[in-house]
């Protein structure tokens, strides 16, 4: 069974640009949830989907953060306009039901 | 809010000494904690997890933990560590909810290095 996918594995981009950060989930898991880890702090829950609506979206920072789940397969994660501060690493997770979250490899998102 | 606290920032051991690294949450209701590791270049994994039942949980690699409820305190132990060890560890706290709250709140990692 292969896990959670993300891409890319590190974006680099300019202040004011726009990126997009993609996830796989292992099949068959319907809840996927959005982490982000900015350097030397924890891990913060940013939101989660059950299929392709969101459940709870009280960790989003701000409106300049979108998240998408069409379909309730993939998602997508885009931040426009990037602001320095955004930088960190943004980690996607997935579960069946309330069981354990498997996590992807996060992508180091770089705002320069 | 709950919240959790890894007290440890960097701990530094040598092979086979015991391990304990402290977790505690601030949380007045029934929650899920996990302890999850990511060793270099590797995604998080679960060490271990505890939902309810007995206290003292076992997890891979030899690692337990156990729950104080009285303590909110969630502690990872090994009695005789080694060198593949060597990872970033995360404690964190699921609250329990009916309105389908999965939200994982973490701690902010310890990064234990360990001496061959």
């Known amino acids: 069974e292969a896990g959670v996918t993300q891409f890319p594995s590190h974006s680099v981009i300019e202040k004011g640009q726009t990126v997009t950060l993609r996830c796989d989930p292992i099949?068959?898991?319907?809840?996927l949830y959005w982490y982000r880890r900015v350097m030397g702090k924890e891990i913060k829950f940013l939101l989660h989907f059950v299929k392709e609506s969101k459940q709870d979206e009280s960790g989003m920072p701000n409106n300049r953060f979108l998240a998408e789940r069409t379909g309730g397969t993939y998602s997508t994660l885009k931040v426009q306009p990037a602001e320095l501060e955004d930088s960190g690493v943004y980690f996607c997770a997935s579960s069946r039901g309330g069981n354990e979250q498997f996590f992807g490899p996060g992508t180091r998102l770089t705002v320069l | 809010a709950q919240s959790v606290s890894q007290h440890n920032h960097h701990v530094i051991l040598s092979e086979a000494a015991s391990l304990e690294l402290g977790c505690n949450y601030s949380?007045?209701?029934?929650?899920?904690l996990f302890w999850y590791v990511q060793y270099p270049g590797q995604h998080l994994q679960l060490l271990l997890k505890y939902f309810s039942g007995d206290p003292l949980v076992k997890g891979i690699k030899g690692f337990e933990a156990e729950f104080i409820k009285s303590k909110f305190s969630f502690n990872l132990r090994k009695p005789s560590v080694q060198w593949s060890d060597t990872a970033e560890y995360f404690c964190a706290v699921r609250v329990r909810s009916n309105f389908g709250n999965e939200k994982l709140t973490f701690g902010t990692g310890t990064r234990l290095t360990i001496i061959p």
């Open positions: 949380y007045g209701g029934t929650v899920n």
């Open positions: 099949s068959g898991h319907d809840n």
